[in-house]
Each structure stands twice: as C-alpha cells, then as structure tokens.
C-alpha cells in the first residue's frame, strides 16, 4: 500500500498570524469520474506548525447517500464499504450493499441493482486518519458509476469553519494543486501575505480564489485500455 505526503513549511509569524485568525487548512483530492461529479471537503485541521507533513495512504471505501447533492450540502456516507481499486460494490433493492473482486483494473466500480437513485462516491483515508469522501456523484437506477482516484491535492488555508464531506464548487481561498504522480512527496511553503510558494515547480499550480473546483479535481474518464496502458507504466 503506497504511502504519500506533503510537508508544508512555514515560518513562525505566518502561523501566529493563521491560528491567531483561527484559519483552517482544508484538503480536496482529485478523481477521474463522470462529468457530473462535484468535489467534497477530503478534511480540514488547525493542527499546524512551521513544519507540516500531510500523510495519507491508498486506502479506500465507497460509499452511498440520499443526501442531495448540491452546492455547501454535508454528503452523509448512509451505507459503505472498504473497497480496493478493481472492485464493485453492488447495492441491492433495499440500500444494502456487496463489494466482489469483478470490477475494472484501477477504478472502483459503483453498481445500482436497484430502481432507487442515489448519490455515491469515494472515501479515502485522510491524514487525520478517518475515512471521508472526496467526490459525490448521482447514481441512477440500474447505473454504473466508475471512480478512478488521483494522486492530485488541493490545499488552502481559510477562516471559513466548512465541515468535511461538504461538497464545494468554488474555491472560498487561493489555494495550491500538487500532483504526485509518480512520486510519493512534495514539500512547498506558505506565507500568510505571499501566499503558496513552490519555486518554478511544474507539479503544483496557484488556485486563486473563487476558482470553479470541478474542473480541477473531477477529470475525465479515460478508456479501459488508456487505464491499463497507464497502470503497467
């Protein structure tokens, strides 16, 4: 099981002056899904100091919910499962739930055997180590929903109090994209007046505030084959 982070450094005014100002630091994970997604609050914590590192691994849990989905609502995982990459979780005609080994080589497979609609999505285990969603996605009657997961994060620092697993489609903070494919860290800094700063880095991008988050954290689905490709890569 893969293991990544992110250090974030800091120096010691700019952190009197976020927990001074009650700042969150709030994360989103990317993921490859249908066009319909929107991202969810991965996690937030003010436990932060000059130096944080950010952990996580590829653990994951799929998940449904009769919530809404819509703009600043609280996705409650109803009815989950933990589930690896290559899996199904079938949900039966009364909400109950099955994860089996027959799904597509590197994604989770969502299946409704159902007439009901629901939402669904991917959890994954946070770097405060609970299990919290990264993406809501309808799930119709009789659907499939494919959700590949990326190794792409988003960071920002706001005062904004946001609950985890709220879906957000606009940025409310700048914030920084980091991409760690293909490698397992990445360390960057922060200052509470210059912002995100990772030298002329091609991994990592400026969000400015205000920024559509779908674009950015929910991708295309590529071809069962382009997945393999990429995989034995």
Not at 2 to 7: L, R, T
Not at 17 to 27: F, M, Q
Request: hydrophobic share 40%.
């Amino acid at each position: 099981m893969a293991e990544y982070s992110v250090v974030i450094d800091m120096d010691q005014d700019t952190v009197a002056a976020l927990k001074g100002s009650n700042y969150y630091l709030y994360g989103f994970k990317a993921v490859r899904g249908q066009s319909s997604g929107v991202p969810t609050v991965w996690f937030q914590s003010q436990n932060f100091l000059t130096e944080t590192t950010l952990t996580w691994e590829e653990s994951y849990q799929s998940y449904i919910s009769n919530d809404e989905i819509e703009s600043n609502v609280v996705i409650h995982a109803s009815n989950k499962a933990d589930i690896d990459l290559g899996q199904t979780m079938t949900v039966d005609q009364y909400g109950n739930v099955k994860v089996s080994g027959d799904g597509t080589a590197g994604a989770v497979s969502i299946m409704n055997a159902s007439t009901s609609p629901y939402t669904c999505g991917l959890s994954q285990q946070s770097p405060s180590g609970d299990y919290t969603s990264l993406c809501a996605f309808p799930l119709y009657g009789n659907g499939l929903d494919l959700i590949v997961p990326i190794e792409k994060v988003l960071l920002m620092f706001a005062t904004k109090p946001v609950k985890t697993a709220t879906v957000i489609v606009q940025a409310f903070a700048q914030g920084v994209l980091i991409d760690l494919t293909g490698v397992e860290s990445r360390e960057l800094s922060f200052d509470i007046n210059k912002g995100w700063n990772f030298g002329t880095a091609t991994w990592a991008q400026t969000v400015p505030a205000n920024s559509p988050m779908q674009p950015l954290l929910i991708l295309p689905q590529v071809s069962e084959s382009v997945a393999a490709r990429r995989l034995a890569a």
